[in-house]
């Protein structure tokens, strides 16, 4: 069975700050990870994905988050946030031969002024 | 290209009435999931239909059910509802289950309230 661990519920930073959002997964087989944003009253994004290949993802808005094998890590930075950034973020993994998503329990990213 | 659409976006029913939710997934997409997200759970997975067979379930009781028509629209339904079963309802398709195709895209949710 696999599951999700992020690590902070509550993640506040002002406004040009960088951040990590911490992500540890568990899983007996290999998996795919992503991160998926969830705006108010929206359905979820997906952000970035690690399929294969290299162990760094990024993504068009300026995240990117590392695959760390050894430490089942995939935790998700950005060297300067915006307020717009404020949202939702779900970790989430999926077996390799399945379409099921298993997803932490959020990181709720509050960016201020 | 259309997204997923998940109607009706808000619903308020009653304890002890039954529930209808509808997912049309993207053009293409032939695998649908559903999603129960509620504050104190999370997101926790519901179902997941490929070519109108359900292939994997998640751990909720048989109040929840669903189903995928041949063109690969997707409803759930809930009986009985409790007002533990308020909670948003979402929806992702995806192209196919198997490697490199796990990549889902969510529709917007469907916000359901039992009183």
């Known amino acids: 069975a696999q599951s999700v661990t992020q690590l902070d519920s509550q993640v506040p930073v002002f406004e040009e700050a960088p951040v990590e959002l911490r992500c540890n997964y568990s899983?007996?087989?290999?998996?795919?990870l992503f991160w998926y944003v969830q705006y108010p009253n929206q359905g979820l994004q997906l952000l970035l994905k690690?399929?294969?290949?290299?162990?760094l993802v990024e993504s068009i808005n300026g995240f990117e988050a590392e695959f760390n094998k050894s430490q089942t890590s995939f935790h998700l930075r950005k060297p300067s946030v915006h307020i717009s950034d404020t949202a939702e973020y779900f970790c989430?993994?999926?077996?390799?031969?399945?379409?099921?998503?298993?997803f932490g329990q959020g990181t709720e990213l509050s960016v201020k002024p | 290209k259309a997204g997923v659409t998940q109607t009706p976006r808000y619903l308020i029913k009653t304890r002890g009435q039954q529930v209808t939710l509808s997912c049309s997934p993207i053009?293409?997409?032939?695998?649908v999931s559903w999603y129960q997200q509620t504050p104190g759970q999370g997101l926790q997975f519901l179902f997941e239909?490929?070519?109108?067979?359900?292939?994997n379930k998640g751990n909720f009781p048989g109040r929840f059910s669903g189903r995928q028509f041949s063109n690969s629209r997707s409803e759930m339904n809930v009986s009985t509802l409790e007002l533990g079963d308020s909670a948003l309802y979402l929806c992702?398709?995806?192209?196919?289950?198997?490697?490199?195709?796990?990549?889902?895209?969510f529709g917007q949710g469907t916000r359901l309230t039992v009183v």
């Open positions: 992702a398709s995806s192209l196919a289950p198997g490697a490199g195709n796990t990549e889902a895209f």
């Open positions: 989430a993994v999926a077996r390799e031969w399945g379409g099921k998503l298993i």
């Open positions: 053009s293409g997409h032939r695998s």
């Open positions: 690690y399929l294969s290949g290299s162990t």
């Open positions: 239909y490929f070519s109108e067979t359900q292939r």
């Open positions: 899983s007996s087989v290999s998996v795919y």
